[in-house]
């Protein structure tokens, strides 16, 4: 089954199917959640209501799309509806969003996660779907639904910015 | 972006580095970064940041989020609004409303409920509660 035929399966009453969607999606969709909003405890949260709400509005989707971009807009707001409710934290006793790997000193994952913690969501956003999903500037305008004009000095601003807090830490 | 000035310069570069369509021609950029020690300076330093991710990737996060959803969801199925109700709903108040308009009838107290019964009969079928609604967009505003 792919993702088209689960979707057909679902509209047509069949809510089981949608678990399949759940379940080959819902690592990605966390890892997402958490680079917007900085810890795994809510981008579960956020998860799992951008899954229900993704349910509710199925028929919605244009079936010529595909699921993850558009679940992906859902699940962002979902992230900045919570981020809005909750003070930000930065605090860091272990890295969320980066992951461990053999043969790469750990200071420099920390350092490079202390610096993305400290960025603001929406720079952390797009520079984590550039430099960490490599999405291109077309792919990226899709995700955050702005044109690609925008993309261009978003991601400027934000790599500006990372390179601030980044100084000090490497430079 | 139109106009040549530093700023366009380094995000057409940056393009440019990405791999992407640029907005300016290659040879414009060149000439620019060749002139521009400041650019030269930021475009070392965008390029020491970008190498930093180059072997990162993001953490693998757990979750089994299914059977929460499931609860959640429990027996609904996609919702899907049809016209039908609606027609039937108009058919039935403008019926009323002839009614109503007769001369010298009185259907009495009831008669007077019938357009509020169906509106509530309505909802019901739909499943939706509107003061819900309203409860829901408040707490989405606060």
Redesign the interface.
Known sequence: MDDKEAIEI??K?E?DA??FL??NY??Q???HA??ILGN?ED??DA??EA??DA?????QFDRTRRFYPWFYVLLRNRCY?MSA?KRETVSIEE???????AG?PSE??FA?ERALVELSKEDREII?L????GL??DELAEHLQIPR?TV??R??YA??Q??AK?TGK?? | ?NEINC?NV??AK??EI?G?EA?FSSEQVTLHIAACENCRREIE??R???N??K????????????S???N??GN?????ISWKPFVLLVVILVAYKLLEMLPERDFGLAFKLVPLVFIVALFVFLKENPFKINAELTQ?E?
């Open positions: 679902c509209l009453g809510k949608f678990r759940v379940e819902q690592k969709a966390v890892a958490v680079a795994a981008a579960l998860v799992q899954f229900i349910f509710k509005s199925l028929k509806k409710r890295t969320e969003i980066l992951a461990p790997r790469l420099e994952r490079l984590t550039k430099y960490l999903d291109s500037y004009g261009m000095s991601l400027f790599r500006k990372l390179q980044l490497f430079h | 972006m700023e380094l995000m940056m393009a990405d992407e907005g330093q965008m020491l940041s970008d930093l991710f072997n990162q990737t993001r953490r693998g996060q757990p979750a089994d989020l299914w929460a959803i499931e959640q969801i609904k199925t996609v919702y899907q989405g606060i």
